[in-house]
């Protein structure tokens, strides 16, 4: 089983930055591609990013290109969504989630994520 813990959301003022963590239980990196998707009230659950295993590789939704950095350490187990010139309409709950490295399916498809974080809530004020 997989444990994902998220931390690091806030409030915070357009423009500004934030830096979300991931912690995953065990091995989880090694055999996991790792994303982060975000969920917005009376929204669906949105693909924010991902990060595969070998070779690494990166994803991003166009909304967040250029702004957003999805990273790993496999030595703390730990994934990472660092977020700068952050605006309004990035204020959403956002959920760290992983999908074994077998799986089919598009990066972006929530539905191939087999584990997910509880969420850690990110306001983004103007």
């Known amino acids: 089983q997989v444990e994902l813990v998220e931390s690091g959301g806030g409030l915070v003022q357009a423009g500004g930055s934030l830096k979300l963590s991931c912690g995953a239980s065990?091995?989880?990196?090694?055999?996991?591609?790792m994303g982060w998707f975000r969920q917005a009230p009376g929204n669906e659950r949105e693909f924010v990013a991902c990060i595969t295993r070998t070779p690494t590789m990166t994803t991003y939704v166009d909304s967040v290109k250029g702004r957003f950095t999805i990273s790993r350490d496999s030595s703390k187990n730990t994934v990472y969504l660092q977020m700068n010139s952050l605006k309004p309409e990035d204020t959403a709950v956002y959920y760290c989630?992983?999908?074994?490295?077998?799986?089919?399916?598009?990066?972006?498809?929530?539905?191939?994520?087999?584990?997910w974080g509880q969420g850690t809530q990110v306001t983004v004020s103007s």
């Open positions: 989630a992983a999908r074994h490295l077998t799986t089919s399916g598009s990066y972006s498809s929530a539905e191939t994520y087999s584990f």
């Open positions: 065990g091995r989880t990196l090694s055999t996991h591609i």
